[in-house]
T-cell receptor, first 118, second 117 residues
Framework: AQTVTQSQPEMSVQEAETVTLSCTYD???????LFWYKQPPSRQMILVIR??????QNATENRFSVNFQKAAKSFSLKISDSQLGDAAMYFC???????????????FGKGTKLSVIP | EAGVAQSPRYKIIEKRQSVAFWCNPI?????LYWYQQILGQGPKLLIQ????????DSQLPKDRFSAERLKGVDSTLKIQPAKLEDSAVYLC???????????????FGPGTRLLVL
């Protein structure tokens, strides 16, 4: 079974600064997808960024980028120019590209709470 | 585009009582998921529907939890009887399609916070 580990329960960053959230995962599969989801206090989870394991190029979405190290099974999220609205729980998630029964289950880490200091 | 709707937003019950949660996915989304998120943890999949058929319910405690998705649209998750350890946020999510699309985005609702006393 796949596992996802987020070793930083809480992080803080000054507004306009850069912060990196860590995520490691364990899998024996070669093809999969990795996601970062954001969950603000209102609890609605929002997809931040997605990475396909077969792509060597790191995904970027505006101020959000990832550092994907497949051999090390590491998938960190970098937030540049942090804004007050970035304050939230951030979850790293894994999804296999294979499914015999059609179930592409998301496996989540425990999350990192990010605070943004004005 | 309207998002995933859930109700109620909050529910407090006593142990051994019954409770039901409702979810309305994004229009046209064939796949619907129910997750349980216990405080301090990431969401855990309970059940997954493709249209009105169950794709995966391997982590659903079937002795007390049940779910249905009539007509392939709205879904209801029920707990009967509730236990203290069922206190959690129950999240509903939907995606456009499932088959062959592992990269597909799941859109989440705001969740229902359940407290069992």
């Amino acid at each position: 079974a796949q596992t996802v580990t987020q070793s930083q329960p809480e992080m803080s960053v000054q507004e306009a600064e850069t912060v990196t959230l860590s995520c490691t995962y364990d899998t024996s599969e070669s093809d999969y997808y990795l996601f970062w989801y954001k969950q603000p206090p209102s609890r609605q989870m929002i997809l931040v960024i997605r990475q396909e394991a077969y792509k060597q190029q790191n995904a970027t979405e505006n101020r959000f980028s990832v550092n994907f190290q497949k051999a090390a099974k590491s998938f960190s999220l970098k937030i540049s120019d942090s804004q007050l609205g970035d304050a939230a729980m951030y979850f790293c998630a894994y999804r296999s590209a294979y499914s015999g029964a059609g179930s592409y289950q998301l496996t989540f880490g425990k999350g990192t709470k990010l605070s943004v200091i004005p | 585009e309207a998002g995933v709707a859930q109700s109620p937003r909050y529910k407090i019950i006593e142990k051994r009582q019954s409770v039901a949660f409702w979810c309305n996915p994004i229009s046209g989304h064939a796949t619907l998921y129910w997750y349980q998120q216990i405080l301090g943890q990431g969401p855990k999949l309970l059940i997954q529907f493709q249209n009105n058929g169950v794709v995966d319910d391997s982590q659903l405690p079937k002795d007390r939890f049940s779910a249905e998705r009539l007509k392939g649209v709205d879904s209801t998750l029920k707990i009967q009887p509730a236990k203290l350890e069922d206190s959690a946020v129950y999240l509903c999510a939907s995606s456009l399609n499932l088959w062959g699309r592992a990269r597909e985005t799941q859109y989440f609702g705001p969740g229902t916070r359940l407290l069992v006393l």
